[in-house]
């Protein structure tokens, strides 16, 4: 089989909905900035692009109307390029990543953008017109809010309100780090004179956080404070066969060595990561062991740190640069954002395998493990 | 017109007169010091956040604290160049406000008014060094606290004062910041200031002196006379108990020694002795009243004698023939006549004794205390309750001065009507119209001149003039019941074949505070259904019948507009609000549903909003979030930020001018009127309720929903969803009043909802089952 390799990734700022400086931003303008960015960098001819698939998990309104095939026309990609949306919720972009690297192993095409776009300040989670199936609302737990499901790993699992705050002041003080040392500017885009991410709170502490109400039940654990923010964002990478980088000169930054995807019970929906990082690990025949990169999404810091527990992760592997309790989760681009991310980490630390990985909304995960060159 | 406005000094005073007027829709260029020079606007932005912050909100919508712009003087002074009227609003130093003015005069516009808010340094003073410009462009502006509460403002034009220029500045004050201007002398405390202080040392002076408790006092003083309930200590400890010296010490200052407050105007040592430890009142450590957290909460008041404190007692009871008689109460028996006498004896004949002095007339006394000082009645016509000749004799009794415009009444009433026309007697001995201003229309005018066109036990119909009538509510708290419902079945063909059209108004404390629920408890204990469905579906019917009867209607909420008093709004053609309109569909807070028409009438709205995006559940959804949480409006422009008021309904921001206003707009419809045609609904049937329902159960998990709240949102989800209605399907105005009407009645068999509506009437809370 063809090799496919990630060889570039961008992403916007990210800033908090509603507030942040991207609120007024439309979602395919802001997308269509990093796209450009990515192009820019990499130095790919976007003549040789297959198609833009981008993932978003809310596709109405303005991230309505097939928004990849717009944010194609916006950035004036070439008009030969395709362009799909893709909606598997928070993996949505991560998907697109998976659907690329498939396309390019079924010798559907060399180059593909796989990007994420979500406006949470312009299209509300839910959408504008949400109507839930009364009879499965009554049955299932499919509509269950994600923090009730933060809530119930948390009791499932024994993760104490301590643990997780304690979590989240660690995310934010890598992604303060981060910042400090310069290594978050290389993957940022600037959009409209907007440089640096809005979402970061490096100077949290325990204290503040235990001073938090919890968010979503009065008698829970789970607070704004440890929870991922609501956030405007984009994020994209470049999927292309190993070969044509190498041909091409693209900036190669790891190998796809195998994906997954794995279904579970929607009221422990963090918990998605386990078995497709289970099922992603053993198609590469590798164990937990061998990796020197996590990208493991924080949705929540109860579900990462139950999902920690149960696949045996190295805490010191995980989210180097912070998560998304500090860095924000604007669902459709998380994906690539960490897709990009452990990839641009592999090569950073020279380290031999990543794995990314993430909960999804409804009962779902979805892992990437990626290999040095 | 005022087009731009700067405020110079950004305390509570300045900062409060800047909100009022951005509230009026002006932009407003807030200065004061620096006090930081890297933050050189700091002192006015610090202002501007305490204002965003106010508790009652000084601002009436988002909009308006856009409006206002924080500066200083050192850099921005300059800038008073571009607008036209410029309200000082510095500490009371007269160098400091000599200074400013030296600077505002190089650089104003001429023309530009400029006006102090001084309530101390009479305004001769304030002009002195300036040029006859200045003078003549200068005036005393004298707004009330808090500035967008408080409709008194008084103004003083001195003899070199423009008479063009205060007109300018009196009818913007009046029309756009809704205040009631009073014009005053340049006199030392000027009118309400001068009486209220005056009154507050004689019923402070009278309690030391007579051995009254300060319980009694208040209970004395307060409600029987018509003055708010916190009676004199309570008012002194809302105010601050450290303003008395020194309003003692201006009012001292500046007044002739022969003034009869300097005989009055002594310390007491226990008042001293407060302040000195800290009890200022509420602001402070408490005051005279305080409350005794240790104790658990325990309301307690101080011993005038021993200085101690106790748990406040029950006060003296006042017998019921002086509750409501004011010539009873200053001869009741025992401490209750002797201290109403005390307190109003002295200050009613010191205010008669203002006139020629301070005011021409008696109106604006009286107008001023009622505005300033909340009190029921003015000093003239608190006289006229006593009975003139009563009260002179009394005085001369014990040997007391007859101020001149009482010997001038000789017994005569200082109010009167004659022939429909209210009248007062003026300094001449004359009786003269009371003259509204051009654009005010009272209906207490014209109920003084003229019988209702129709009346019930519960509401009344009136002729107002030009082909217009008003449909008056007069129940308790303007209550709603059958028999408002019935005169509205009856005005609706007598309007269409006599009158243009009808305007909704009343001028009681409240425009409505809803549907009678005292009625309604009595029906529902005798389980008398059969009743409680007729009225609901009675008040349906009236409600439609206003909407599509063949002629305007315009509703002129104001003050309190709830319940069924908000689904009459929400039926009119137009509304045309007083800004301090506090309006909601608050049904869900006593365990029941709008029922009169309101959840269909709101999602009309919600659908007609530019901002709502298109699909069958936004309006739903915004029509649920606002009625499930029971949502108040926090003014007219509130109102429509939540969506009870359209875009297109009107403001008036000075209460006498509502119902001129929703009259002007009504007879502007008459011609080629045609009535609304009904709305038709797509509603999302259960796929929307059961979004719905998954935010209740997320409200109730973070204990923000009660158990009962629960079963109440799940009914108006019924209805605001269409019930048994596919997203197909078009919902008819008569399917959903049906439906309204269905789940209504359900909850009101419920024990729970019954628990909440007799919660709500016997203790004014609702009941959170």
Known sequence: MRNVVIAGYARSPFHLAGKGALARVRPDDLAADVVRGLIARTGVDAAALEDLIVGCAFPEGEQGFNIARLIGLIADLPLSVGGMTVNRFCGSSMSAIHYAAGQIQLGAGEVFIAAGVESMSRVPMMGFNPMPNPALAKKSAAYLGMGDTAENVAAKFGISRAAQEAFAVESQRKAGAAIAAGLLSDEIVAVGGVEADGTPRPGTTAEALAGLKPAFSANGSVTAGTASPLTDGAAAVLVCSEDYAVANGLPILARIKSVAISGCAPEIMGMGPVESSRKALARAGISVGDLDVVELNEAFASQSLACIGELGLDVAKVNIDGGAIAIGHPLGATGARIVGKA????????????????????GQGIATVLEAI | MVKELCVIGAGTMGAGIAAQAANAGVPVLLLDIVRDAADRNSVAAGAIERLKKAEPAAFMSKAAARLVEAG??????????????????????????????????????????????????????LIEGRSEAFARDFLITHFFNPPRYMRLLEIVAGPKSDPALVAKVSDFADRAMGKTVVRAKDTPGFLANRVGTYWLQAAINAAFEQGVSIEDADAIGGKPMGVPKTGIFGLVDLVGIDLMPYLKASLTGTLPANDPYQSIAHDHPLILKMIAEGYTGRKGKGGFYRINKEAGKVKEAINLSTGDYAKAAKPVSIPSAAQKDLKALISAPGVVGAYAWAVLGPTLAYAAGLIGEASDDILAIDVAMKLGYNWKYGPFE??????????????????????????????RPFYRVEEGVRQYLGADGEYHAIARPDGVLLLEDIKAASKPVLKSASAALWDIGDGVVALEFTGKMNALDGEVMKLIEKTIPLVAEQYKALVVYNEGSNFSAGANLGLAIFAINIAAWGEVEKLVAGGQKAYKALKYAPFPVVAAPFGMALGGGCEICLNADAVQAHAETYIGLV???????????????????????PKAPKGPMPPVAKAFETISTATVAKSAANAKEIGYLRPSDGITMNRDRLLADAKARALAMVEGYTPPAPPTFRLPGASGKTALELAVKGFRARGLATPYDEVVADKLATVLTGGDADVVDTVTEEQLLALELREFMTLVRDSRTQARVEHMLTTGKPLRN
């Open chain 1, 343 to 362: 990839a641009s980490l592999l090569k950073r630390t020279g380290g031999r395998y990543a794995l990314a990985t993430q909960c999804i909304g409804g």
């Open chain 2, 72 to 125: 200083n003087i050192e850099d921005d002074l300059g800038r008073v160049a571009e607008c036209d009227w410029v309200i000082e609003a510095i500490v009371e130093k007269i160098e400091l406000k000599h200074a400013l003015y030296e600077k505002l005069e190089a650089v104003r516009t001429p023309g530009t008014a400029i006006s102090s808010n001084t309530s101390t340094i009479p305004l001769d003073r």
């Open chain 2, 382 to 411: 608190l006289i006229d309750r006593i009975g003139g000749a009563d009260f002179v004799a009394r005085l001369q009794a014990e040997g007391r001065e007859i101020p001149a415009i009482l010997t001038l009444a000789a017994g």
């Open chain 2, 587 to 609: 049904e869900c807070g006593v365990g029941l549903i709008p029922g009169w028409g309101g959840c269909g009438e709101l999602m009309v709205r919600a659908a007609q909003s």
